[in-house]
């Protein structure tokens, strides 16, 4: 059986060798991203996805008579899932910043590549650091209700010893799980039209660019800096990319959190399926920017995602939905919300 030191090393080798085709061989000229290329790499991220869950299929087995491959590759198609349909909405907000900066096509990947870079760092701060937390957070032992709380056995999991019945009472995934909860019903309430005047120059990481730099009112090509009348400044390259970032920040508050509902003690499982979600989500920009009609209804799906999987991690002490049934759920509300999309797209261009 394959250990988990091997299946990162495994995992790192892909991730840099396929960065490494992208921004040197494939992608080294800025180039207008088609719909054909665009589709062929969104294609091959999910390729390369399913079968890194294959591998931990196979890898991990039987253990003691129970299928821990099943359920660890369950655990990474619903994080790899969650994240993905997550980041969608991400995008949304990536398209509506192109638009206001007025960012050349063919300068949009090289923003999305080292966008991505920095969530890579990012998303491990985020994920290790949160499994760092949880373990520190639960609860002693306690009775409550008749159910006694024991956390001395099982690997730090929690058991009634009267009805051999399994808790896990943590007081940052319970918090985690309401913060969801309330993410998602604004998330349902919120009119995507909100953001559509935005103006994106006062955001953080705008804002931090022009107090360290000055910053020229047009783009250099695909340049971060430029020189002009010999001083070196900014190009709003540079400030786009630190909107990006400081707006995945943002997403980054939801999507992780969802994620500590599936693994909580997992970080081989969280980490390496949220970077492969990742990871494709340049391809996927492509695609979402020239068929966003087929997403029109993906924030009422993604609402539904939330406030699952928030109540998920609320009731987790006390009843468990295990992954797989988590990854049917996120698959129906996603396949729904997108033949929903679609629907009404056809609707609105038969009435018109």
Not at 80 to 90: F, G, Q
């Amino acid at each position: 059986m394959l250990s988990h030191p091997l299946l990162l090393v495994g995992f790192a080798i892909v991730v840099i060798i396929m960065l490494l085709l992208d921004l040197g061989i494939f992608n080294k000229k800025g180039h207008v991203i088609s719909n054909k290329e665009a589709i062929v790499w969104s294609v091959v991220w999910i390729a390369l996805s399913m079968i890194f869950s294959v591998v931990i299929y196979f890898s991990f087995g039987y253990e003691n008579g129970v299928n821990v491959g099943l359920e660890k590759f369950s655990q990474f198609q619903s994080a790899y899932w969650i994240e993905k349909s997550l980041s969608v909405d991400n995008l949304f907000v990536f398209i509506m910043v192109f638009s206001f900066f007025k960012v050349p096509k063919e300068n949009q990947h090289k923003i999305l590549f080292w966008g991505i870079i920095g969530a890579l760092v990012l998303r491990a701060i985020f994920i290790f650091a949160g499994i760092g937390l949880i373990k520190l957070t639960y609860l002693p032992d306690m009775v409550i209700g008749g159910w006694n709380f024991v956390l001395e056995h099982a690997n730090g999991v929690a058991i009634d010893y009267d009805t051999k019945q399994f808790y896990k009472p943590n007081v940052v995934l319970t918090i985690f799980g309401f913060f969801l909860v309330y993410a998602g019903f604004k998330t349902w309430l919120t009119s995507s039209n909100d953001d559509e005047e935005k103006d994106f120059t006062k955001s953080a990481g705008s804002r931090l660019v022009h107090k360290f730099f000055k910053v020229s009112k047009n783009f250099d090509g695909d340049k971060f800096f430029t020189v002009q009348d010999g001083v070196k400044m900014a190009t709003p390259m540079l400030v786009v990319i630190a909107v990006i970032e400081f707006t995945d920040l943002i997403f980054a508050v939801d999507s992780v959190p969802a994620i500590f509902a599936i693994a909580p003690d997992d970080p081989f499982i969280l980490y390496t399926s949220n970077i492969f979600a990742i990871l494709g989500l340049r391809a996927l920009f492509f695609i979402l920017a020239n068929f966003i009609y087929m997403f029109s209804k993906l924030q009422y799906g993604l609402a539904i995602i939330l406030v699952f999987i928030g109540l998920k991690m609320v009731i987790s002490p006390f009843y468990d939905i295990d992954a797989l049934h988590s990854l049917i759920v996120v698959a129906c509300v996603l396949i729904g919300s997108v033949i929903l999309s679609v629907i009404s797209s056809r609707r609105e261009k038969a009435i018109k």
